[in-house]
């Protein structure tokens, strides 16, 4: 019986919980920011890094093309136009405090999942 109230426990934790489908936020405290492109998704979606000098590498891992574009207030400081599956770009910008958004720009990647957030904090 005890087995059976903690099974019964962790299946309604696991309800509470949303199963995990909430997404981490990944710190990066370095200024250095790993994205990685799949079919319709960035990965991190949410990413907290510091003002000032912050370098990415985009590797796209899917077998579709894809693009990475970082959004903000001021403008897009980082554009990687095209990226086949296995290639990989490095872009390097000064970024302000605020929120920025990434997004594939390729047809409709975006609205199938393809989008994060970056905020400089």
Known sequence: MPLLCAIALLIAAFA??????????ARVDDGR??????????SPQDI???PGRVTVTVSNHGRLRH???????????????????????IRTATLQRGEYRM???IMNHAELGMTGRLIVR
């Open 16 to 25: 509470v919980t949303g199963c995990g489908a909430a997404t981490p936020v």
């Open 33 to 42: 920011v790993a994205v990685t492109l799949d079919e319709y998704l960035i």
């Open 48 to 50: 907290d890094v510091p």
């Open 67 to 89: 693009s990475f574009h970082l959004w903000g207030a001021n403008g897009e400081p980082i554009a990687v136009k095209s990226l086949f599956g296995g290639d990989s770009a």
């Open 103 to 105: 997004v594939c720009t």
